[in-house]
């Protein structure tokens, strides 16, 4: 299995994955040198994820792909459905989910610049329920913070109060927020402190194993790759601090790969 991310926050998809499937051997790419995906143009994304899959797909047996970012879920996976054979899976924003579970119809959906305008998510805000009022923050920001939180840095309240700003002045708060960016996993409790309210996440990882629980079990029993690799696209200190924070992951082999 390859899973592939701009940064880190797929490593909560594959943290999943691992609990609900045992004994499956996986690829992590780490794609730090385009990171984040957030603020690239759409073509960018398409041409990039072609590129990694061909790559790893070269170098290493994969038998399943997931798309471990929702920004690249949404603007490239029906292309790479088109591009390749293999089953690849992606994650979205759930946003039938979010209407299902919210007491106040105020939904949030905080995601980056390039999911939130992309043509799939503004076709789903288009269908939502009318009952339903879904406020958006578009942020690549967030992601930042994210990866400063995973390698152990502090973060400042203040800085998400100013992402969130616009829905912390609104005088009915959204009660449901989608997590529209695996990065933003590792941040619910920061955001749920400054909302000093009760807030339902969705972060979509159940998705994975809803779409994709067939090609997953049936990797279990035909794994061509018989160890846990860590890729990633670029060499420098910001990777090499994450070596440690890898442990827990059981990747035998750690490795740089050009992708070009």
Known sequence: MLIFDSGIGGLSILKYIK?????????????NEAFPYGNKTELFIIERSIKIINIVKKNYPINVVVIACNTASTTALYYL???FKLPIIGIFPEIQKAEKVTKNNIIG???TSTTIYSSYIQKQLNQKCIHTNIKTIATNHLALIAEKKIRGFNIPRIDLEYIFKDWMNLSIKPDTIILGCTHFLSLKKEIQRIFNQSIFFIDSKEQILSEG?????????????QKNIFL????NK???Q????LKE???QQIKNINVR
């Open 19 to 31: 609990d609900k499937i045992k004994n499956v051997h996986y690829i992590y790419m780490l794609d």
């Open 81 to 83: 459905r088109k591009q």
């Open 109 to 111: 959906l905080v995601a």
């Open 213 to 225: 629980k067939d090609w997953l079990y049936q990797l279990q029993l035909n794994q061509k790759n």
């Open 232 to 235: 990633y696209s670029k060499k």
């Open 238 to 240: 910001t990777v090499q």
């Open 242 to 245: 994450l070596f440690c924070y």
């Open 249 to 251: 992951y059981n990747f």
